[in-house]
């Protein structure tokens, strides 16, 4: 099922053929290391470069009788190269061809990932300059607090994005790691400078020290950060499921034409793509945690994580980059709407300017306490009878015996709100735009 969610490009990735190119990729480095030390005659090294192949379905075929795998795909390479196939696999054990593999594997899905990020960056950064100046409500509990602008709460989704990037680097980084070191790790046939150059063929580091396996730690690291890349997505899209509820009707997703909400209720539009997200991140996170059980092996190896990786290595990538580029085309099309975010902000006559009085009054020598009395009493009186906090605010003799009625006027601004959002602009992006 997991399919559907899938892009071309991360699909072969995780294809049979790819695992098994990835596999015949490790062994022929090996080789060609061994070949260029001598220990490989040039006639043999000419046949198996020339001569290694695999049949994907021969493999399956084999390992039906055999139950190994990797003795099934080694049988069919031998079959396409002959006698020179004794030089393949010489020294190693079934771990340096997975792991090694599984690390390309990785280290291409996560570069893969890396595009998914940078078009969530780029629509991000550019909605935020659009709507840098656009005034909406701030809310804390859900309830209305004091206004700020939708440029500056896509400003903070890009602070994370961009935190997140720096983390996934972080965890392919710690992922392409690569070992050749044999059937414990301690070398006993083959030499370190097999794996060093082997690895830098492959474009990873040697692990420094591997038992039969590289150290399930990273793998738990690696999808640890996708699904804490996951749980940004969700956040963000939490966030607009709220703003689309009907009470509010700040934001929306792009309605497109044909498109049915509801089976049953013509009327309805539904933040299904956000909905959709927040579920896909729940299974990611479930990945995560079943790396964190891989850690834990007996001994030097068993067998334990691999079948939980067959899994998550593939449904992890996929599940994400899906995520992605969902919301990254999603944040693209989202619809604002701000005659709707100015109607909410005066929903509730103007006490949102709450903390400016009580602000002033302590200015001008009113103890804090009493400030804060009278201002949360006039604040409940606009709440329960309705009317002007303003309005109030200056019938109240208490207030205005420290801070006058113009004083009061000059509260109630925006722009005294919103006049720092340009200098968190220059913080976040390095330019106030």
Not at 260 to 276: D, Y
């Amino acid at each position: 099922m997991i399919e559907r969610y899938s892009r071309p490009e991360m699909s072969r990735v995780w294809s049979e053929e790819n695992k098994f190119s990835c596999w015949l990729k490790v062994e022929l480095a090996v080789c060609e290391v061994y070949a260029e030390k001598g220990e490989i005659p040039a006639e043999d090294w000419q046949q198996i470069r020339e001569k290694a192949a695999f049949d994907v379905n021969r493999i399956q075929e084999i390992e039906a009788e055999v139950r190994h795998d990797v003795i099934a795909f080694l049988t069919s390479v031998a079959e396409f190269v002959g006698p020179a196939s004794r030089h393949i696999h010489f020294g190693m054990t079934s771990s340096d061809v997975l792991d090694t593999a599984l690390a390309l594997q990785l280290k291409e899905a996560g570069g893969l990932l890396m595009q998914g990020v940078d078009r969530v960056l780029e629509a991000i950064k550019t909605r935020a300059f659009e709507l840098r100046d656009c005034p909406m409500i701030g809310r804390s509990h859900g309830i209305h607090a004091e206004p700020i602008t939708v440029g500056l709460k896509f400003a903070i989704w890009y602070d994370e994005m961009g935190r997140q990037k720096k983390r996934l680097a972080a965890a392919i980084e710690d992922i392409s790691v690569g070992k050749i070191s044999g059937a414990v790790g301690t070398f006993a046939n083959i030499d370190p400078a097999i794996e060093e150059a082997v690895c830098a063929r492959l474009g990873l580091r040697p692990a420094p020290a591997s038992s039969q396996i590289v150290q399930r730690d990273r793998h738990a690291f690696f999808f640890t950060t996708l699904a804490l890349v996951a749980a940004s997505l969700e956040k963000f899209a939490t966030e607009i499921r709220h703003l689309q509820r009907t009470e509010v009707g700040e934001a929306e997703e792009f309605f497109h034409a044909g498109q049915k909400g509801s089976s049953a209720m013509p009327h309805k539009r539904n933040p299904i793509l956000s909905e959709n997200l927040c579920g896909l991140a729940r299974l990611v996170r479930s990945h995560a945690l079943a790396a964190m059980e891989n850690v834990a092996l007996w001994h030097e190896r068993d067998i334990s994580h691999s079948s939980v990786e067959r899994v998550i290595a593939p449904d992890a990538t996929i599940l994400l980059d899906f995520m992605l580029h969902r919301f990254g085309g999603m944040m693209e099309k989202l619809v604002l709407y701000p005659e709707r975010m100015l109607k909410n902000l005066e929903l509730t006559g103007g006490t949102i300017y709450s903390q400016g009085v009580l602000l002033a009054l302590a200015r001008a020598g009113a103890a804090r306490e009493d400030a804060y009395r009278w201002v949360q009493r006039n604040a409940m009186a606009a709440f329960n009878e309705g009317g002007s906090f303003k309005e109030y605010l200056l019938k109240d003799s208490e207030v205005t015996k420290f801070i006058s009625a113009s004083e009061i006027e000059e509260i109630f601004s925006l722009e005294h709100h919103l006049r720092r959002v340009p200098e968190i602009f220059a913080r976040v992006f390095g330019t106030s735009g």
